[in-house]
Structure formats: structure tokens, C-alpha cells
């Protein structure tokens, strides 16, 4: 493996690319962070090679000095092929759209729509942790509705926690994580049209972070405004996570047909902070990348299947259900007796970086996340290490 010049077949799972050696010479958030003798499993960065089709059209553009500002429809118009290909879904309108920074920001932007300054917003904890800075930062109250045991949104809970946060004057949103992170859960059709049902009784406005949907099986996975009954909703997509494009920035801002108006008054400024080369870069993956995001889907479940026996040989007390998406496995590690964070006493010492579980809110503590979106040697000597250190 390993050769940074020559372009892999698009079969070919990615994953398997590139050595540790040649990971260590990156220099993003996930290789920085810690020293070189701790292995870092813990943001969700992808240890792949980019898709060819990434590679060719992002040189192209700079070859040719297309280094300007991020203009028209490009990137809206290839999702709504790969989302109408991939799932079935032929709704997406492209009018409908509007390109933003990330999906963080996106997020904050439909917040803004919907909501004010002190309303509450409602999310399924454990989960990513952003959701709860970002939306301090913003002066929005979280309020948690904790999935169930079973790492599905709990119906029950959710109705509740809508009503009480309804109760209270102000508007309320639902900040929906689809597939979740950490646990990887693929919300169905009859979950996703309960949610629907919900919000609209209890008046509350639904929006979906869909980053990692490109991550999910294409036969399993349901858009949030695919549903019937979300014509108020808005949702957020990008090529980000399927396709390793974090450092390249734009995502998309969709709005169901009733939310239209109101993502149309969206602040001219938001569509100033996508990079234009990343728009490039996010149409090639939707566009001629699909080869390649299937071959990462196989090298994922393999990656998966690895985890949950390396874990039963060497690790039993760690309970984990293999997801059916994302690259991030949730580490249930409360009977190995470390406390509420096993993640730190993993990086001192194992030298293994994990994500602290506690960061993800309620029902996070004495879990870690590990992000399994790497070599399978790496997985491999993450888990012996982890195991040694006990
Ligand atoms: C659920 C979720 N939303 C948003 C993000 C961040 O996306 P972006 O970099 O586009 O803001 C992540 C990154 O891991 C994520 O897992």
C-alpha cells in the first residue's frame, strides 16, 4: 500500500491506501493534536486518499486560476441527481437551496430562521458535541431528549420533552442528527414520520443535520423532507464526511416546500463564506465519486466486523453494537470500572486518542467514540494497545 502519486482504482477499498507514515504528514486537526506515539482515532477525519474525480477537478481549477467566489447551482443540482440515484429521493428542489460554510454553520443559519435568541432546542443526547457549543454560542437553551437504550429516538421521550419545552414561551426547534452520531443509528421511515407528526403537534420546527447520509446503505437510508408530512422542515447536506472534505468548505441548506420563504430570506453574507474550489470539489464527489464511496462503505462494515471481534477477544467487557453507518463506533466502556472517561485514561495509557464520551451530554459518560474510518492495522493496534494498558 501506499503511494501518494499513483490514483487507486475506484474498487478499491480506500481504506487500505495509505500508511501510517504517510498519515503522520498530515497536518489537520486529527494528526496535530496529540504527540506522534499516540494514535489519533478520534475526529471524524477519514484516513483515505480522496476520490480521483476530487483530485482531477480540484487541480484543474487550480491549475486554471478558478480560485474565485462560489457561484451558482452546481453542487445543489448534483445532489439532487446523486439523492434521487442513490435514494430514491426525486424532490430535492435546487430552488429550493442554498450553499453555506459547513453544516455547523448551516445549522446555526436555520436555527436563526426559526428561532430566537433564548428559545429552546431540543436534541437526542448522546451527540455530537458541537451541537451543544455551537448552540451556547448562539444564547439557544438545549434541552436533551436521550435516545433510548437501543440507540433509537425514544418516541415517548420526545413528545414529552416537546411538550415541556413547548409549554415554556418562546419557539422551539429539534435539532435532528440523521444517521446519528455517535451510535450510527439509521433513522427509519416510520421514526422519521413520527418525528414529523410530533413537531407539527406540538408546533415544533425540525432541523435535520444530514451530513453523514452519504454514510449510510443506499437501500436503508431515508431523507428527512423525503418524509410526508415535512414541508416545514429544513435539512443540511454536504460532501464533507462521505468524501474526507472537511478542509474544503460548502454544504448545502434545503428547505421543505412550506420553508422556502424562509430560507430564501437567509442573510446574503452565509453564501460568502463557502470556498468555491470546495463547491468544485463537493459536485466531483456527488457526481463521479460514487464508485469510490462504495468501496469505502465495504472497507467500513469490513472495519466494523474487525472492531466487534477485536473487542470480543481482547476487550470483552466493552459492549458495542456495530452501526449501520458513519465510520464512528460508540464504546459502551462501563464495566471496565475507568469512570466516566475511559477516553483519558486510553490516552495516557495506551496512546490512544478516542473521543471523551462525555462531551456528547446525557447518556455519554463512561463512553468513548472511536473512529474507525482508518487502516485496519490501525484499528488493530488501537485495540491490542488498549487492551495492554488495562
Ligand atoms: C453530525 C455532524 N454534524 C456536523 C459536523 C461538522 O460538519 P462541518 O464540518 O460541515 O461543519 C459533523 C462532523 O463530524 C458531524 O458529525
Known sequence: MDSLSEPIAENVDPLRALTLDTLRRRTSMKWLAYPEDVLPLWVAELDVPLAEPIIQAVTDAVRLGDTGYAAGTEYAT????????????????????????????????????????????????????????????????????PLGADHRIDLDVLADTFRTATAACGRVAYLLCSPHNPTGTVHTEAELAAVARLSAEHGVRVVADEIHAPLAPPDRYVPYLSVPGTADGLSLMSASKGWNLAGLKAALAIAGPAAAEELAALPEEVSHGPSHVGVIAHTAALREGVGWL????????????????????????????????????????????????PAAYFLDRAKVALTCGVDFGTGGAGHARLNLGTHPDIVTDAIRRMAASL
Request: with cysteine.
Open 78 to 145: 448534483a445532489l439532487a441527481d446523486f439523492a434521487a440515484k442513490r435514494w430514491g429521493w426525486h424532490s430535492l428542489a435546487v430552488e429550493r437551496t442554498a450553499i453555506v460554510p459547513d453544516v455547523m454553520q448551516g445549522v446555526v443559519e436555520m436555527l436563526k430562521l426559526v428561532t430566537g435568541p433564548g428559545d429552546r432546542v431540543v436534541v437526542n443526547s448522546p451527540v455530537y458535541p458541537p451541537f451543544y457549543m455551537f448552540l451556547k454560542n448562539m444564547d439557544r437553551q438545549v434541552v436533551e431528549a
Open 294 to 341: 462504495d468501496a469505502l462503505l465495504a472497507g467500513l462494515a469490513a472495519n466494523r466486523r474487525l472492531l466487534a471481534d477485536l473487542l470480543a477477544e481482547h476487550l470483552p467487557a466493552v459492549r458495542y453494537t456495530p452501526a449501520e453507518s458513519t465510520y464512528l463506533a460508540w464504546l459502551d466502556c462501563r464495566d471496565l470500572g475507568l469512570g466516566d472517561r
